[in-house]
C-alpha cells in the first residue's frame, strides 16, 4: 500500500479544470470601470484591459509572467479579486502546488470581498494542491493545520452553496460528492499528521461512505485505528480486512494487506496459536467485512491477555472437557491450547503402527483405573518422532507421552491429534536378555613322547 496513490487521483483534477476553468470564465465578464466589491473600489479601462489580457493567455507560464506585471503595476488593485484565481489557475497547471496554495491564501484573505462560489473553489483548489503534494514533504508537514483549517471551512462554504434554478435536487447532490469527497480526504490527511486520529477516521469513513470500494481509503482507515492510544486492532483488523475485499483493490494490493493483516492477528494473540487457526480467523474476518459496512459490536478476536488467562491452570483433562462441551468456551480453549506441548499425558495404548520416520498411536485418554478398564476406542491420534523404540510398545498398556497439540476433530468422533511426541522411556518395554550357552573348555589329550 505504501506506493498507491492518493484519493485526489485522476478524477478529481477533471473536476478542478472545471471548476477553476469556471471561475475563470464568470471572472472574465467583469465589465471595465464598475466596482469589483460592491461599490467601495473602482478599476480604470487601462487595469481592465490589462486583466483581459492575462485572462486571454493559454500558456501558463506566460499568464503567470503577465500576472507578475499586472501586480507590479496595480498591487491595490480592485481586479485582484479576479487576479488571483487566474493565478491559482495557471500554477494548478504548472503542478506548482504550494504556489495554488499561496494564491488561493491570497484569495481567501480578501474574506467578505470574495462571494461564496469564488470563496469554494479556491478552497477547492487549496484542498486539491495540498492532496497532491508529496506525503512526507516539509510543506506538506508545516501546512498541515492550515490544510485542516480550509477543509473544514471549504465543506462549510460547500454546503451554504446555492442550487442552481435550473437543476434538481438529486443532480446538485451529486455534483457535491466529488469536492465534499477530496475536502474529507483532505482533512483526514492533515489530521493523521497532527495526530488527531478520530478526525481523520471520521474524515476517511464520509469519503469510504461514498465511494464502499476504494481500497485505499479503507486501509487509511485501519492505519488511523492502529495509530490511536491504545491502539483499536479490532477496528482496525475491520478495515484493513474491507481493504483486502474491496473490488476496487488490485492484486497485488490485496495480497500485501491480507499477509499484513495475518501477521497483526498472530501478533496480537501472542504469536504462539497454530497456523491454521490463524489462517481460519483471517478467512471469517475477510468474510465479514466484505459483506457489511461496519464491525457488528459483538465481532472480537480473544487477546494474547485473553490467551493467556484461558491457560492458567490448563491441564490436558480440562482441555479436553472445554473441546467436547463445545461453544464459544471451546473456542478460546482452542485458541489457548493449539501449539502447546504437554508433558507426560496419560493414556491406555489401543494401537501402535510402526513406521520409517515416525510410529503412530491410537491412546484413549484416562485418568483413572475405572477409566483404564472402561475405554476401548482411542480419542488421541499420537505421532511419535525420533524414538523408533515406541513401536515396542504393547496394546492395552498403560502409556504416557509428552507431545505439542495441533488439531482436533470435535464431537461426534471426537479426537485430539498430536506431533513431535516423546513416549515416557519408563512405559517402553526392554529388552529380553538373551539366554547364553556357555561352552565346556576342550580337554587335550596327552600328547606322545
Known sequence: MNRTRRVAGLAIIAALCIAISGASNALAQAPAGQDAAAGQQKYTMAEYNAY???????????????????????????????????????????????????YADKLLAMADKVEPPIRYQAYYA??????????????????????????????????????????????????????????????????????????????????????????????????????????QQMDAFWYFAKAVTAKGAKPEQANQVKTYLRKLIANYQGGNVCDTLVDAELNELLQLASTSAERPATYKLPSAADLDAARKDMTIASVIADLKAGGDKAKITWLASCGLEFPDVPGKLIEVTPGTDAVQLKVAFVTSDAEFDAKKTPDMDVKVVGQPEAAKL?????????????????????????????????????????????KRPSTKKPGRS
Not at 497532491?132 to 454546503?159: D, I, Y
Not at 460528492?177 to 486520529?197: G, V, W
Open 52 to 102: 483581459q489580457a492575462c485572462a486571454a493567455e493559454k500558456n501558463p507560464q506566460q499568464q503567470v509572467k503577465c500576472l507578475d506585471d499586472f501586480v507590479a503595476k496595480y498591487p491595490n488593485s480592485a481586479l485582484l479579486i479576479y487576479i488571483y484565481p487566474l493565478y491559482y489557475n495557471a500554477y494548478s497547471q504548472l503542478k506548482n502546488w504550494p504556489k495554488v496554495i499561496e
Open 126 to 231: 487549496r484542498a486539491f494542491a495540498y492532496s497532491n503534494m508529496p506525503p512526507n514533504s516539509p510543506e506538506v508537514q508545516s501546512q498541515a493545520p492550515k490544510a485542516c483549517e480550509a477543509a473544514k471551512a471549504g465543506l462549510k462554504t460547500l454546503n451554504e452553496l446555492k442550487k442552481p434554478d435550473n437543476m434538481s435536487d438529486q443532480d446538485f447532490e451529486k455534483q457535491k460528492q466529488q469536492p465534499a469527497t477530496l475536502f474529507n480526504y483532505t482533512l483526514a490527511q492533515c489530521s493523521m499528521i497532527q495526530k488527531d486520529y478520530q478526525t481523520a477516521i471520521d474524515s476517511y469513513k464520509a469519503v469510504l461512505e461514498k465511494n464502499p470500494d476504494d481500497a485505499i481509503t479503507a486501509y487509511k482507515i485501519g492505519q488511523a485505528y492502529m495509530a490511536m492510544n491504545p491502539p
Open 394 to 438: 504393547e496394546k492395552d498398556n498403560p502409556v504416557r507421552f509428552t507431545g505439542t497439540l495441533v488439531a482436533y476433530d470435535p464431537e461426534p468422533n471426537f479426537m485430539l491429534h498430536w506431533d513431535k511426541a516423546k513416549v515416557n522411556a519408563e512405559d517402553i518395554p526392554k529388552e529380553k536378555e538373551k539366554k547364553t550357552t556357555k
